[in-house]
């Protein structure tokens, strides 16, 4: 048994050893590089160029044999006429076989697709694959583009296909129209509504211009309120027999200025009112020129109450507090218990028998309670100690409505699954901006089909548009059209005419598409707004 002994080098050796192995590394890099330039030297000799279809078979044979340290021209009297290089020869007459087909059928392509442009037809057609295929055939047998459509423009198969394509075209039409107005069997057409209102309410009122603005005084004072200019501008209308005040639809004849009602000490009268809340604010309202707060009114309110008659609009006093004089006033005295507790319990009555009257209103039920005309009986004398007393009070409800509110009917709502992704897909396809203004916020635009889903439009980028809100509106409504051939936005003149802004629109190409989008989904669009033309001339 013999055992290794690891002899440690020396640093000198190791050092030595590196740079033996440098050296033969770049040797060896300096042999391979020569042999690159003596095999492109022999393939040169034998006139093998770069995209030679034998050139790799050849450079791995001269490599062999120059590393077998033969030369140069032992090895090029070896190629010569050699087996080796027969088959290169033949692989090059191959390649240029590929070359030249593949350029023939290119060719043969683009007067396919040429030619069957021309003829009218499309894939989308009935038969179209048949007469793409008679194209092809046409094609193959080397004919240029205008001698197959002349061939094939008389053709049977063309005809059909084209008689055909008519049929099922003016048959979506007759559809898309049918659901158009059936859709507009459920619009409201407001130009009814306005003429109805017309004639059922008449011309109204528009009164007369201020003198300041009338032409009578051109140089009157304008009114302190407006600091900037005014555009002066009389106003037109039938004037009414009512000049001072005059009745617009149907509106109360209120005063043209009224004053407002003083709610100051609200809240000290609801106390002194107890369940007659309703009665007093009918007063106050009546009583709002006088100025007067609202605890001084109340307290005159329950006099007149319990006095039976009606008092006379007492006259507006100036003093801050707006207290009334002390003559008007009843005179004080004090309650006793019982007179107490029978109040209570008659203003709890009272507002007991108000809340079922208005319930009854609200629900629209009628309830068999017979509401007095005279106000409830009160003690002999009331007094500003009522506030003393602690009655309970209700607030005043709210005025029961007119008319009860009308309920909603239920719908049937179909959705359409893939109108999100054909959305996605269309923004995509358009740089999320309408192809006609550049529009980009995105709650300003919305995918448009060229052809609409209830015709059956596919829900395909190549079937949509990106268009701003309003345009596609008009898109739908046939006022805006953009055609097939040109790719122009056409929009209608008479709405040109009411709105200028879309003059700078007529005659835009749309533009900011990744990939084009398929023309005949533009043409029964396109024919539609043909005909809307042709009826409004």
Known sequence: MTTKVKVKKTRAERKQHSRDMQA????????????????????ATLGIPKNHGGRAALSTFITEHLLKGESQVQIVAMLTGSELMKRAQLAEIERLKKITELANQTRRNEITNRA???????????????????????ANQNLNTGEIVERLNDNETVLESRRLHKEKRADLE????????????????????????????????????????????????????????????????????????PLQYGLPNLKTSSASINKAGMSEAIKLVGGRVTEFRTYLYEHRDTGLR??????????ESMQGKKMVDPVPVNEPDNLPAPTHEPAKRKWTKEEKQEARDRALAAASQVGKLKEAETNGITHDVVRESQPAPQPALISVEVEQSRVSMQEPSVAPLAHPKREGSTTCVVTRPDQADFAATVRRNCNDRCVITGASLRRRTEAAHLVEHSAGGLDHWS?????????????????????????????????????????????????????????????MRWERYQRRLELTK
């Not at 069957?116 to 008679?134: A, C, K, N, W």
């Not at 017309?198 to 407006?226: I, L, M």
Request: proline share 6%.
């Open 116 to 138: 069957f442009e021309r003829l009218g037809i499309t894939t989308r057609h009935p038969m179209g694959d048949l007469v793409l295929s008679m194209v092809r055939e046409l």
């Open 463 to 523: 079937n949509g548009l990106l268009l701003r809100i309003d345009l596609h509106r008009l898109f739908d409504d046939n006022v805006l059209a953009i055609c097939p051939e040109t790719l122009t936005v056409h929009v209608d003149p008479v709405a040109q005419a009411e709105d200028p802004d879309l003059q700078q629109y007529d005659g835009h190409v749309i533009t900011g598409l990744c990939r084009p989008i398929d023309p005949a989904n533009l043409v």
């Open 174 to 245: 007759r559809q898309i129209d049918e659901g158009i107005a059936e859709r507009k069997k459920t619009r409201v057409d407001m130009r009814e509504v306005l003429a109805y209102m017309a004639q059922k309410n008449g011309t109204t009122y528009t009164p007369p211009a201020d003198t300041w603005r009338s032409p009578e005084h051109p140089n009157g004072d304008s009114p302190t309120r407006h600091n900037g200019k005014i555009r002066e501008s009389r106003l037109t209308g039938a004037e009414s027999t009512q000049k001072e005040n």
């Open 24 to 43: 033969k590394h770049e040797a060896e890099k300096k042999a391979a590089n020569l042999r690159n330039i003596l095999k492109r030297d022999i393939l």
């Open 294 to 303: 609202a605890d001084v009114l109340a307290r005159r309110f329950m006099a």
